[in-house]
């Protein structure tokens, strides 16, 4: 989960020199700040150092990744004809960029590679909003009162996330993760009615490939049940929900993702330690994949996160493992959840 460019002062000295989205565009600086969480850390997946936006920007959406902001986006999609105006994604002609990073990292990486995209209602939220929102309320008021430009833009971007993920993965992605950051401001009608079958196309798209999808969603506790439904592998538990709790809303035959509040790498080792075994514990030390339950806040110390996962390894075999250690996962993650 973002674990590279929030802390590390290696990837804030490149930054000195070469913009966030110039980065994601270039791909021997994308794979170099990929590595970077991978050589400090000693992390057991590396993350593909992009953003949900950057495929947007391929589908003719002018935009800028503001320093202290996120993603803005100049011209917002608020009408049936804005939402005419997006190009399909074609992503060898569009990204190709992106995939050449790919290429290289899962040639050069000892550990498996996690593909990524935002899934269509955040990145909906982007494109209407025109940036990050407290409430998503023009997302939602475009959402009930034009249900037909709605349904054109969430089709429209899940065309473009299925072909975006696939050729991730054809690429050398060992796993993919799908990023509904923002759903969790839905309630699980909606959510049912105006982003479930989008989210089972672009899962269901997958399944073909044979790597593990992981889904997660911030605050999306109350729609644990139907993120798995949509058919992942993963289902990524925030902190609001304890790690065996979200494991029962997900469901049997699923494995869970998460939670350590991101906040906890703020605090004394005392207390970081206590949080983390407390989630591993709830974990379970099966069908369980240890994270932050969000991206790694900037302030973090990049030491806390070494010692973190230092915990991690420690506590791992020593349960028996769940088959997720470093040496284990260098063929590629190519296991589904139950091999999990
Ligand atoms: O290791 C890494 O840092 C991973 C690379 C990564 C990923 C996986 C970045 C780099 N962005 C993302 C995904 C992303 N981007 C998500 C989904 C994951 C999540 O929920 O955390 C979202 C919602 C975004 C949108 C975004 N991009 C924001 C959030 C804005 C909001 O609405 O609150 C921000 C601040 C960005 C910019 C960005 N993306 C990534 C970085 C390192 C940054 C900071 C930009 C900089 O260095 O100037």
């Keep these: 989960m973002r674990q590279a460019g929030r802390s590390l002062p290696e990837y804030r000295d490149l930054r000195t020199r070469h913009g966030m989205l110039e980065i994601c565009r270039t791909p021997e600086l994308a794979v170099e700040v990929t590595l970077q969480p991978i050589r400090r850390l000693g992390v057991d997946a590396a993350i593909l150092f992009s953003d949900i936006v950057v495929p947007l920007q391929a589908m003719g959406v002018a935009l800028e990744i503001r320093p202290g902001v996120g993603p803005v986006i100049e011209h917002p999609i608020r009408s049936d004809a804005d939402v005419e105006g997006l190009l399909p994604l074609v992503p060898e002609e569009g990204v190709p960029y992106v995939l050449e990073a790919v290429r290289a990292l899962a ?43 709605w349904r054109r833009l969430m089709r429209r971007l899940a ?31 909606d959510y049912s009615t105006y982003v479930l079958p989008e989210v089972e196309r672009i899962l269901g798209g997958l399944a073909d490939l044979g790597v593990p999808r992981i889904h997660f969603g911030v605050g999306s506790g109350e729609l644990l049940g139907l993120m798995a439904q949509a058919g992942a592998d993963v289902v990524g538990v925030d902190w609001r929900v304890p790690i ?91 296991r589904t959840a139950e091999q999990i």
């Excluded at 994270?291 to 028996?320: F, I, K, M, Q, Y």
């Design 159 to 189: 065309d473009a996330v299925l072909a975006y993920l696939r050729a991730q993965v054809e690429a050398g992605a060992g796993a993919v993760q799908l990023f509904d950051s923002w759903v969790g401001e839905l309630s699980a009608d």
């Design 107 to 149: 040639s050069e990486l000892e550990v498996p590679l996690i593909g990524f995209a935002g899934a269509p209602f955040t990145l909906a939220s982007y494109l209407v909003e025109g940036g990050p929102s407290k409430n998503h309320s023009r997302t939602k008021a475009l959402m009930y009162s034009e249900p037909q430009a």
């Design 244 to 334: 065996d709790e979200g494991r029962k809303r997900v469901g049997d035959g699923y494995a869970v993702q998460g939670n350590l509040d991101p906040a906890a790498c703020l605090a004394p080792w005392d207390v970081l330690e206590a949080k983390a075994l407390d989630v591993l514990e709830r974990g379970g030390g099966h069908a369980h994949v240890f994270n932050l339950g969000h991206g790694v806040l900037p302030a973090t110390d990049p030491g806390s996160l070494e010692r973190l996962v230092d915990l991690v390894h420690d506590w791992s075999p020593s349960r028996g493992g769940l088959g997720w250690t470093a040496e284990q996962s260098r063929g590629g993650l190519g």
